[in-house]
C-alpha cells in the first residue's frame, strides 16, 4: 500500500446539498463523513487533503482523527475543480495516486480491495444518484463518460499514475478522459450531492452498508 498517494478533494461548498458546511463534514451516522474515509485509510502513509472552503473547520476535524495528514490549499474553489485540487496535490507523490471526492461514503470491504490494488482503474457503481455521470464501456473497459444509456455511473474514485496526471482546471474526470480507455471496478458507494443522496447514504450506513 505504500506505493500510494491518495488525495481527497475537500475543497467545494457543496451548494446542491446546501448544508452550510464543506461535504465532507456532514454527519453521517455520529461522524463526519471524512472520518469514515479516514479509518479505512490508516495503513495509508501518505494522505493528502485538499481544502478551500472553509478549511479551518475541514483541518480541525482531520487533525482530531489524524496528525499527519498533508493539507494541501485550493485557493480557488469556487472557480476550478476537484481535478484542479488533485493537480495541486500530486507534487511530490508515490508512483500512484488514488482520488476520492470528499462527498464519497465508501462501503468498507469494497476499500480495502481498492487499496490492494496495484494497477489503474476507474471507479464506477450502480447508477444511484439524482444526477448520475454515466460511462460508457467498451470490451470490459470504460471509454467515455457522459454516457446517456451508460451502463454505469461514475464514483469520483480512480487510480492513476502519479505521472499521467496534468493540470486541469475542471473535475478529475477531465484527468481521466484523457487516459482512457482503462479498467474498472465496481465500487459501492454513496456520492453526496442532494439532500436525498443524503438521507440515503445515512440509511445505507445504518444498515450496515446493505441498499
Same mark, same amino acid.
Given at each position: 500500500?505504500?506505493?500510494?498517494?491518495?488525495?481527497?478533494?475537500?475543497?467545494?461548498?457543496?451548494?446542491?446539498?446546501?448544508?452550510?458546511?464543506?461535504?465532507?463534514?456532514?454527519?453521517?451516522?455520529? &461522524?463526519?463523513?471524512?472520518?469514515?474515509?479516514?479509518?479505512?485509510?490508516?495503513?495509508? &502513509?501518505?494522505?493528502?487533503?485538499?481544502?478551500?472552503?472553509?478549511?479551518?473547520?475541514?483541518?480541525?476535524?482531520?487533525?482530531?482523527?489524524?496528525?499527519?495528514?498533508?493539507?494541501?490549499?485550493?485557493?480557488?474553489?469556487?472557480?476550478?475543480?476537484?481535478?484542479?485540487?488533485?493537480?495541486?496535490?500530486?507534487?511530490?507523490?508515490?508512483?500512484?495516486?488514488?482520488?476520492?471526492?470528499?462527498?464519497?461514503?465508501?462501503?468498507?470491504?469494497?476499500?480495502?480491495?481498492?487499496?490492494?490494488? &496495484?494497477?489503474?482503474?476507474?471507479?464506477?457503481?450502480?447508477?444511484?444518484?439524482?444526477?448520475?455521470?454515466?460511462?460508457?464501456?467498451?470490451?470490459?473497459?470504460?471509454?467515455?463518460?457522459?454516457?446517456?444509456?451508460?451502463?454505469?455511473?461514475?464514483?469520483?474514485?480512480?487510480?492513476?499514475?502519479?505521472?499521467?496526471?496534468?493540470?486541469?482546471?475542471?473535475?478529475?474526470?477531465?484527468?481521466?478522459?484523457?487516459?482512457?480507455?482503462?479498467?474498472?471496478?465496481?465500487?459501492? &458507494?454513496?456520492?453526496?450531492?442532494?439532500?436525498?443522496?443524503?438521507?440515503?447514504?445515512?440509511?445505507?450506513?445504518?444498515?450496515?452498508?446493505?441498499?
Amino acid at each position: 500500500m505504500n506505493n500510494k498517494t491518495v488525495i481527497i478533494s475537500c475543497a467545494g461548498m457543496g451548494t446542491r446539498l446546501g448544508a452550510g458546511i464543506p461535504k465532507a463534514l456532514i454527519d453521517i451516522d455520529g &461522524e463526519p463523513l471524512i472520518i469514515h474515509t479516514l479509518k479505512m485509510l490508516d495503513k495509508i &502513509e501518505d494522505v493528502r487533503v485538499v481544502v478551500g472552503y472553509q478549511a479551518e473547520k475541514v483541518i480541525e476535524v482531520v487533525k482530531k482523527y489524524r496528525d499527519d495528514v498533508l493539507f494541501v490549499y485550493n485557493h480557488n474553489y469556487q472557480q476550478n475543480g476537484t481535478g484542479a485540487s488533485v493537480s495541486l496535490a500530486k507534487r511530490y507523490s508515490k508512483k500512484f495516486i488514488l482520488t476520492i471526492d470528499g462527498d464519497l461514503l465508501i462501503h468498507p470491504d469494497d476499500m480495502k480491495e481498492i487499496l490492494a490494488s &496495484e494497477q489503474e482503474f476507474v471507479g464506477v457503481c450502480e447508477p444511484s444518484t439524482d444526477d448520475p455521470v454515466l460511462v460508457g464501456v467498451k470490451d470490459g473497459k470504460v471509454t467515455n463518460f457522459y454516457e446517456k444509456n451508460g451502463p454505469y455511473e461514475w464514483t469520483g474514485i480512480t487510480m492513476l499514475e502519479a505521472k499521467k496526471i496534468t493540470p486541469t482546471d475542471g473535475h478529475v474526470l477531465k484527468l481521466v478522459e484523457q487516459v482512457l480507455p482503462m479498467d474498472f471496478k465496481i465500487i459501492r &458507494e454513496k456520492e453526496i450531492d442532494t439532500p436525498n443522496d443524503y438521507k440515503n447514504a445515512i440509511i445505507w450506513v445504518q444498515n450496515n452498508y446493505n441498499s
